[in-house]
C-alpha cells in the first residue's frame, strides 16, 4: 500500500542546542561502541564545545556516514571470512554499525535461514534496506546508470539475488517484475539479467 507523502511543517525546525547535539553524539557514540565501552556525556560536550548550528550537524551527518562506511568494509571483510563462525561474527559487527548494511543482511540471510520462504523474506528485507539507504531522490537521478554508483551495488546484488531466489521457488511472474526493475535502474545489465529474464518470459509463451 502506498503510502501518502508526510505533510511539511508550516514552521521551520528550530536548530538544536549545542547540549542537544551533544546529547546525540553521545548516544552514537554509545551504539558504536558498545555497552562495554565507558563514555562520559561531559566528554562529548567539551568535543562540540565550541560548535553550532550547521557546523553541529554537519560533524553529526559525516559521522554517521563513516558509521556506514565502515560498516561496509566490514560487510566486505565478512564475505571474505574462512569460516561461518568469523563471517557471522563480522557482519553482525557490521549491523551494529549500521542496521541497513544490504550486503550484511545478505550474508546473515544466507547463514541462519532454514527455509525457501525464509530466505526470500530475508532478501526482500535486505532490498528494502538498499532502497531505504539510497533514497527517492538518489533514484531518480541515477536511474539507468546504477552500476556506475558503486554505492548501489549492494542493492543491486540483492536485487539479483532476491530475484533468482523467486525463479528457484517458482514464482516468475515476480522474478520478471524484479529483473524488469534492474534493467531500468541499470540498463548495460553489467549483472547479464537479461537472460535469465528471457528464460522466463520464454515459460509464458
Not at 502506498?2 to 551533544?22: N, Y
Not at 556516514?65 to 568494509?73: C, H, L, V, W
Not at 525463479?167 to 534492474?182: F, H, P, S, T
Request: net charge negative; aromatic share 4%.
Amino acid at each position: 500500500m502506498t503510502k501518502s507523502p508526510a505533510k511539511k511543517s508550516a514552521f521551520k525546525k528550530a536548530p538544536a542546542s549545542p547540549q542537544a547535539l551533544a546529547q546525540e553524539l553521545f548516544s552514537m557514540l554509545n551504539s558504536r561502541l558498545g555497552p562495554d565501552e565507558l563514555i562520559l556525556l561531559s566528554d562529548v560536550d567539551a568535543l562540540i564545545a565550541s560548535l553550532s548550528g550547521p557546523s553541529a550537524h554537519k560533524r553529526l551527518d559525516d559521522a554517521e556516514a563513516d558509521k556506514k562506511d565502515e560498516a561496509q568494509q566490514i560487510a566486505f571483510d565478512a564475505m571474505e571470512a574462512e569460516t561461518e563462525a568469523e563471517a557471522r561474527k563480522l557482519a553482525k559487527r557490521a549491523l551494529h554499525l549500521d542496521p541497513d548494511c544490504v550486503d550484511a543482511l545478505i550474508l546473515m540471510n544466507d547463514l541462519d535461514t532454514p527455509t525457501q520462504k525464509a530466505r526470500i523474506e530475508g532478501l526482500e528485507k535486505a532490498v528494502e534496506a538498499g532502497e531505504r539507504t539510497r533514497g527517492a531522490k538518489f533514484i531518480q537521478k541515477n536511474k539507468g546508470h546504477f552500476w556506475l554508483q558503486l554505492e548501489t551495488r549492494p542493492w543491486m546484488r540483492a536485487l539479483d539475488r532476491l530475484a533468482s531466489k523467486l525463479k528457484e521457488a517458482g514464482l516468475n511472474l515476480d522474478a520478471i517484475g524484479i529483473y524488469e526493475r534492474m534493467l531500468e535502474l541499470n540498463s548495460n545489465d553489467n549483472q547479464g539479467v537479461r537472460d535469465p529474464l528471457l528464460g522466463l518470459y520464454l515459460t509464458r509463451t
